[in-house]
């Protein structure tokens, strides 16, 4: 129904309140999936296991896909910790801007 591109708009649509980047320009959001039924799901990371925002950036991942893609009608967020995620998996203009930080 929708392409992983699709989803990764939708997513980008959520910044880190910590850093103000969005989730896909810093390389957190690792695949995305929708089926013909409206079943989507985000596999994602965060930059640290003790991320005191987790549940409120799964929340508003969900929201977001729900919110720009109207056909969703379910949507999961599976938070993984492999492969650990690291700068180098930003894009160059936030890996520039943290490494300056």
Known sequence: MY???EIFKA????IDPEVEFNLVEMGLIYDAF????GDAKVIMTLSTKACPLHQMI????EEAV???LIKVQNIEVE???EPVWNISMAQE???S????A
């Open 3 to 5: 392409t992983k591109d």
């Open 58 to 61: 799964v929340t508003w991942v």
């Open 79 to 81: 938070v993984v910790w």
């Open 11 to 14: 997513v980008s649509t959520v």
């Open 93 to 95: 203009h936030v890996k």
């Open 97 to 100: 801007a943290l490494t300056q």
């Open 66 to 68: 729900l919110r720009e």
């Open 34 to 37: 929708c089926n013909e039924e």
